[in-house]
């Protein structure tokens, strides 16, 4: 089992260009969550996806970002118009189907992709 | 306000003594706190959740509802112990992250 894979590892944009992440769960695993941390901060949670699905994304900025879970293929977090704070890492996590009426949290993070923004 | 507190910004400590990473949160209702640890290099793991009431590594971790605190303790640190450790709140769908403590261990 590979685990929650992120790719890039790292990726450098210009000021104005798109990025796009990619985060593929641990197989079995049909849940997905984005979050970011900035420079000498914790990891703040952007986006909860099923496939298909948006479940909850409070975490998103209003403008420029997105996020998807296809039917097939990885999660994608998209960012448009990329500025110099966007700078930050991205963790993607997955986790099983939660029992009824409750949360899973114990989920597995992947590695991480680190935006630079130039 | 839903808040995870981690005062320590770096905790060092020599091999053998006992360690206490902080970690204080608020919220409303019946929480889940965890502990996460980020080794050098590696993807974050979780360590371990208050609700399991287990030890992982020697560390142990007790909520305390009248504090509001869920302190990471470990009686004799090892050097292998070096790394960010996160305290985190169940909060809905997410987890609220602290800011996290670097533990450096020395010989």
């Known amino acids: 089992n590979a685990g929650v894979m992120q790719n890039p590892r790292h990726l450098v944009r210009r000021r104005g260009q798109e990025a796009r992440l990619r985060c593929s769960p641990m197989?079995?695993?049909?849940?997905v969550y984005w979050y970011r941390q900035l420079p000498e901060e914790g990891l703040k949670f952007m986006v909860y996806l099923q496939k298909e699905n948006i479940i909850d994304e409070s975490g998103m900025p209003k403008e420029r970002f997105s996020a998807e879970f296809p039917k097939e293929g990885p999660s994608i977090l998209r960012i448009q118009q990329v500025v110099r704070g966007d700078s930050a890492a991205y963790f993607c996590?997955?986790?099983?189907?939660?029992?009824?009426?409750?949360?899973?949290?114990?989920?597995?993070f992947g590695s991480g992709t680190r935006l630079t923004v130039v | 306000a839903q808040r995870v507190t981690q005062p320590e910004k770096l905790l060092s400590v020599f091999k053998g003594a006992p360690v206490e990473l902080k970690c204080n949160y608020s919220y409303s209702g019946s929480p889940e706190l965890f502990w996460y640890v980020q080794y050098s290099r590696q993807r974050l793991q979780l360590l371990l959740r208050?609700?399991s009431r287990e030890s992982i590594k020697g560390f142990t971790a007790d909520l305390n509802k009248g504090e509001t605190s869920f302190h990471l303790k470990k009686p004799f640190a090892q050097e292998e112990d070096s790394a960010m450790y996160y305290c985190?709140?169940?909060?809905?769908?997410?987890?609220?992250f602290g800011k996290g403590t670097t533990l450096s261990v020395s010989s």
């Open positions: 996590a997955s986790s099983p189907q939660p029992g009824q009426g409750r949360a899973n949290y114990g989920y597995t």
């Open positions: 208050h609700i």
């Open positions: 197989k079995g695993h049909s849940h």
């Open positions: 985190a709140l169940g909060a809905g769908t997410a987890l609220i």
